[in-house]
C-alpha cells in the first residue's frame, strides 16, 4: 500500500484516483470542487481542504490538471504563494504529472524536482473518460529510467499500457503528435464518409467497406463519427461523453506551439486545427470531436 496525495479530480483524475483506491493504495485528494470531493470520500479516499495538506507525508503525488500554468503554480508556487509543493515533498518521493501541457513546462518542474532528490514525470494519457474508469488508459511518459521504474506498479492501478517515451518531457510530446494524427484522422473520415453518403452511399456500408480497405484507421474501426453506424459511440449518443471538440482545440494549439518551436512543417495539423477551431467556435466546444462530422453535413466547410 502506498500513500498518494491527488490533486485533480476532474473528469479524468476522479475515475484515476478511484481506481487506486480499488488497488488498495491510500489516497488522499484535494480539488477545487467540494461535489468532486465529496463523491471521492463515498468511495473511501481522504478528502484534504488544500493541496499542501493533501501532499503531507505522501511518498507519491499525482496531479491532473487543465494547463502548463496550473502544473507550474502548483510544484513551484505562484504570486500568491511563494512555495509550491515541492518543497513540502520528502526526498526520494515521486511525482506523475498525467496533465496534457506544453513539454517546457515539464522540463521545468521536473529540472526543479530533481535539484531537491525528487523523482518526476510526466505521464500524459490516452484512453478518455471510459478508459480511466476502466483503468485502461495508455500512459505516455517522460522521465528517466529509474522514475519510470518506480511508477510502474501506480501506472499498472490505472492504465493498461505504459510507454516510455524518453526524458521529461517527451511524454508530452509524444502525446501531442498522438492528437494531432488522431484530429487529422477523424476529419478525414468524416469528410469521406459524409462525401459517400451525399454520392448516394449507406454510411455503414461504406465504413465497413473502407475499414477492410487501406482507409482503415481507427475512426472508422472504434469511433464511427456518423450517428447509428456504431452502438456505444458518442455519434450514438448526440456526440455526449469522449473528448470534447475543446479538448481536442487545446491539444491542438499545444502541438502547433511546439512545431512553430522545432520549425516543423505541419499543413496537416494546421488544417485541422482550422476545422475543429470554426466547429468549436460555432457551439459546439463541449460536443465529442466526433462531432466535426456535423461541421461536413452542415456544409460549413
Known amino acids: 500500500m502506498t500513500k498518494i496525495a491527488f490533486i485533480g479530480l476532474g473528469n479524468m483524475g476522479g475515475p484515476m484516483a478511484a481506481n487506486l483506491l480499488k488497488a488498495g493504495h491510500l489516497v488522499t485528494a484535494f480539488d477545487l470542487v467540494q461535489v468532486a470531493l465529496d463523491e471521492f470520500v463515498k468511495l473511501g479516499g481522504v478528502a484534504a481542504s ?12 499525482i496531479s491532473m490538471l487543465p494547463a502548463g500554468q496550473h502544473v507550474a503554480g502548483l510544484y513551484l508556487g505562484d504570486e500568491r504563494r511563494q512555495d509550491g509543493l515541492l518543497k513540502l515533498l520528502a526526498k526520494n518521493s515521486l511525482v506523475i504529472d498525467s496533465s496534457t501541457i506544453d513539454a517546457q513546462t515539464s522540463r521545468q518542474v521536473g529540472a526543479a524536482a530533481q535539484k531537491l532528490g525528487i523523482s518526476f514525470i510526466d ?6 473518460t471510459a478508459g480511466a474508469k476502466a483503468g485502461t488508459l495508455s500512459f505516455i511518459v517522460g522521465g528517466e529510467k529509474d522514475a519510470f521504474a518506480q511508477a510502474q506498479s501506480i501506472l499498472k492501478a490505472m492504465g493498461a499500457n505504459i510507454f516510455h517515451a524518453g526524458d521529461v518531457g517527451s511524454g508530452q510530446v509524444a502525446k501531442m503528435c498522438n492528437n494531432m494524427l488522431l484530429s487529422v484522422l477523424m476529419a478525414g473520415t468524416a469528410e469521406a464518409l459524409r462525401m459517400g453518403m451525399e454520392n448516394g452511399l449507406d454510411a455503414e456500408v461504406l465504413s465497413d467497406i473502407m475499414v477492410k480497405s487501406s482507409g482503415r484507421n481507427w475512426a472508422l474501426e472504434i469511433y464511427n463519427p456518423v450517428p ?22 487545446k491539444d491542438l494549439a499545444l502541438a502547433l506551439a511546439a512545431a512553430k518551436v522545432s520549425d516543423s ?3 496537416m495539423g494546421q488544417q485541422a486545427s482550422m476545422l475543429f477551431k ?16 456535423q461541421h461536413y453535413a452542415n456544409n460549413k466547410v
Open 123 to 128: 505521464a500524459p494519457v490516452s484512453g478518455g
Open 50 to 61: 488544500s493541496a499542501s495538506e493533501a501532499v503531507i507525508g505522501a511518498e507519491v503525488v
Open 278 to 293: 470554426a466547429h468549436g467556435e460555432a457551439g459546439h466546444g463541449g460536443l465529442d470531436f466526433s462531432s466535426i462530422y
Open 265 to 267: 512543417s505541419v499543413p
Open 228 to 249: 447509428g453506424v456504431m452502438e456505444g459511440t458518442p455519434a450514438s449518443k448526440d456526440y455526449q461523453g469522449g473528448f470534447m471538440v475543446d479538448l481536442m482545440n
